[in-house]
């Protein structure tokens, strides 16, 4: 029986100390979600969206929120900060349906703590949750220029295959 349920959550530490809890996004996070897209920068949407957009549409927050934990997993990253946990981080994978054994994955990070270790530890429990579901390959596509995607996923050791098709990388990490 799979661990991988609305009820996951895990706890890890940055390389400063400070600790990261992780759980199943619900769809109670639509207003989180919303506020934590506030605060990326028109770089980091475009990354993440391929275009600037100004805000969430209702049929986003809802895809985004309203996963099944077996086509479509999705991690919140949240912030020890005193007796409070503040979302800092989303982290998702879901199945293509043409390819059962790959999954379209994104990670995204609100710009203040980017490059402190939260992607990673996203990326890694993504990981470990897409090989529980029988997952083979993470895939990401991304716009060329994003190569913190790119660094974050070569970091990993695992073998990764990247295409670069006009303008648009693909990266299918195998698990």
């Keep these: 029986m799979s661990r991988i349920s609305a009820s996951y959550h ?3 530490t940055l390389p400063d100390g400070r600790i990261v809890h992780l759980r199943a996004i619900r769809p109670d996070d639509r207003e989180q979600l919303r506020e934590g897209f506030f605060k990326l920068s028109k770089s980091s949407v475009r990354d993440r969206f391929f275009s600037v957009k ?3 549409t209702a049929t986003e927050l809802s895809y985004f929120t309203e996963v099944d934990f077996k ?3 999705a991690l ?3 912030l020890q900060d005193g007796s409070e946990r503040l979302p800092v981080g989303v982290g998702r994978f879901v199945q293509n349906q043409d390819q059962p054994d ?3 994955m994104a990670i ?3 710009d203040e703590l980017q490059g402190q270790g939260i992607g990673r530890i996203l990326l890694y429990r993504l990981v470990d949750c897409a090989r529980e579901l029988g997952v083979r390959h993470l895939d990401a596509t991304v716009l060329a220029q994003n190569t913190r995607m790119t660094k974050l996923l070569q970091k990993t050791g695992l073998p990764l ?3 670069l098709d006009e303008g648009i990388r693909t990266l299918s990490l195998a698990l």
């Design 76 to 78: 919140v990253a949240e």
């Design 71 to 73: 086509h479509h997993v």
């Design 102 to 104: 790959h999954s379209e």
């Design 54 to 56: 100004r805000d969430l």
């Design 161 to 163: 295959h990247s295409s």
């Design 108 to 110: 995204t990070v609100i």
């Design 10 to 12: 895990a706890t890890d």
